[in-house]
């Protein structure tokens, strides 16, 4: 069991690597996702499950950053949107506030998503603006039932979450794109599953939430 990571935790990430890997496009599901997102704690409130989810998501869409700013080196529209993250992680933004620049910058976004020359760009930025997302309104899901085989292309573009943008942004396209590179893929959900989830759930153990 890896260290500090619960049982079922442990018995999930296992799983979904094994998922991932077996994938023909090395696509970890939605529905294996969201598992593991609950995993992470119940989404009531603010406590440990919600901060686990939200430190989650901003880790996750930092971890593509350098995507966006290689392709946008004087647009800090991600900039604004994790900084307003963090406002709002600890207290200093309410949620009014928080969901207008996220309808800004996803608005944003889609008119830069026109462009063919900054796919991998935009998606590292629409996974910064789902972080955002993340910790306006939780994983809106949690409480609701899980289908495992759930795919992203099966839910609305706005309800896709910071971690497939990512995936898109690593491997220049979403699963459904032929064109996109499934080895990048698959190296960007090992990383995801084996450092990004196990962190995401400790850090929270140790600030003593």
């Given at each position: 069991?890896?260290?500090g ?22 696509d ?12 992470l704690?119940p989404g ?5 499950g919600?901060a686990?989810?939200v ?7 930092r971890h593509?950053?350098?995507?966006w700013e ?10 604004t ?14 949620k009014?506030?928080?969901?207008a ?7 944003h976004?889609?008119?830069?998503s026109f462009?063919?020359?900054g ?23 949690v ?5 495992e085989?759930?795919?992203d292309d ?6 896709m979450d ?19 590179d ?25 600030v003593?939430?």
């Open positions: 069991m890896k260290m990571v619960p049982e079922v935790l442990d018995s999930l990430l296992q799983r979904a690597f094994e998922s991932v890997r077996a994938d023909p496009v090395h970890l599901a939605l529905g294996m996702r969201r598992e593991l997102w609950r995993s704690g009531l409130g603010f406590g440990p919600y686990r989810r430190a989650l998501a901003l880790a996750t869409a593509v950053l350098p995507l290689l392709t946008y080196p004087e647009n800090r529209t991600t900039h949107v994790l900084d307003s993250a963090e406002a709002m992680r600890v207290g200093s933004l309410d009014g506030e928080a969901r620049i996220w309808q800004q910058a996803w608005d976004m889609v008119e830069l462009s063919d020359e796919s991998r760009g935009v998606a590292a930025g629409l996974s910064a603006v789902q972080a955002l997302r993340t910790c306006i309104d939780d994983e809106a899901f409480l609701l039932g899980v289908d085989r759930l795919r099966q839910v609305d573009a706005e309800d910071a971690s497939m943008f990512a995936a898109a942004a690593y491997a220049g396209g979403p699963a459904w794109d032929a064109s996109s499934s080895a990048r893929r698959l190296q960007f959900w090992e990383w995801w599953l084996s450092e990004a989830v196990p962190l995401a759930y400790q850090l929270v153990v140790r003593g939430s």
